[in-house]
């Protein structure tokens, strides 16, 4: 007889139990980009609602910054870093594909009992890594989940790129998720659409950068420039068509997956890509007046992986979500994919 494998079994229910989050101290204004770029500050509030992005030091990294956000949603969360069993960091901004970020901050933070790996999903990492949060707590794998979006984009932003410019900001906001005695996070509605893939994208790859130093390398000759560094880019007006007219149907999905309707929600958490974007959402949920609609955007710009959190954060800090209220969280973009989930807010 074949003898039987065990296996682990974890909490019945998840909740998320405390949020931090990292805000860079310098502002940069919309004046401040247009001095690289043909624009205004009338335009890029007209056309994303940014008046202002966040921008982090020279030497503040992208683990430094996710290491504050995880000390914040641990002390919240009432537990200790030694207590977590997992740490997933979402970022598409860590400037090293080896050694991963997720380590490093379980090494900076004290959660030497983590295991740790980063997840890259860019504008839908947030939530992607909730849905793998919930999944860990309620299989055994781990009792307390870190999950943490961050991104450092000033270092790969284009400074001269009108069309991307003034969309990015730097920042890091993290959760703390474990067992609950009743549901705390509804199932995950994830998906993917690799046909879009390079609607938003590096301009270049690795590959490139060294073949370019290796011929400069063999020709002897003195540069007069650099290889082009790799910027992130977009097809803006194709992801602002997908996003406002593929995204609302995703939301609702996330909603009846939870075994809500749109009337129970109290808060609604998309991702910070764009005001326009945000407003249609709501428009096309049909959300009641009183649902408190995130809107960091404004002055945090696009954060990607870290935008879900630090809006959510926000909004709990400021006391606009309250304990207990029922939040959707959506997140999406580069991929193309998406993420969403309904969440009690803690």
Not at 194 to 215: K, L, N
Not at 293 to 299: F, H, Q, Y
Request: proline share 6%; with cysteine.
């Amino acid at each position: 007889m074949t003898a039987r494998l065990a296996q682990r079994r974890g909490a019945e229910f998840t909740r998320i139990h405390g949020l931090g989050d990292y805000r860079p101290r310098r502002v940069v204004t919309n004046a401040e980009i247009c001095e690289l770029i043909d624009s205004s500050d009338e335009w890029i509030k007209d056309r994303s609602g940014i008046a202002t992005r966040l921008q982090a030091e020279p030497q503040e990294s992208v683990v430094d910054m996710a290491a504050e956000a995880a000390r914040q949603a641990i002390e919240a969360a009432g537990i200790s870093a030694t207590d977590v069993g997992l740490v997933l960091l979402a970022t598409v901004t860590h400037p090293w594909q080896t050694p991963a970020a997720a380590p490093m901050v379980a090494h900076a933070i004290g959660a030497t009992n983590a295991s740790a790996f980063d997840l890259s999903a860019a504008c839908a990492g947030f939530c992607y890594g909730l849905a793998v949060a919930d999944d860990a707590v309620r299989a055994g794998s781990a009792e307390y989940v870190l999950v943490i979006g961050v991104e450092k984009f000033s270092d790969f932003r284009d400074p001269q790129d009108r069309s991307t410019a003034f969309i990015f900001g730097d920042g890091a906001g993290a959760a703390v998720v474990g067992p609950s005695q009743t549901p705390g996070i509804s199932p995950s509605v994830l998906g993917a659409d690799g046909s879009g893939a390079m609607q938003i994208f590096q301009s270049r790859p690795w590959t490139e950068v060294r073949r370019d130093w290796e011929e400069m390398a063999r020709s002897g000759a003195v540069p007069t420039e650099l290889p082009a560094w790799p910027y992130i880019a977009m097809e803006g007006p194709s992801v602002f068509r997908w996003a406002v007219y593929s995204m609302a149907p995703v939301a609702k999905q996330a909603i009846a997956a939870a075994g809500l309707q749109v009337s129970d929600l109290d808060v609604f958490v998309p991702h910070q890509a764009n005001m326009r974007i945000i407003d249609a959402l709501a428009k096309q949920l049909r959300l009641p007046p009183e649902v408190v609609v995130a809107r960091d955007v404004v002055d945090v710009a696009n954060t990607s992986a870290a935008s879900v959190p630090l809006a959510f954060t926000r909004l709990v800090r400021e006391g606009q979500a309250k304990s207990g209220d029922l939040a959707l969280l959506m997140g999406f973009g580069a991929g193309l994919a998406w993420a969403a989930q309904v969440v009690v807010v803690p």
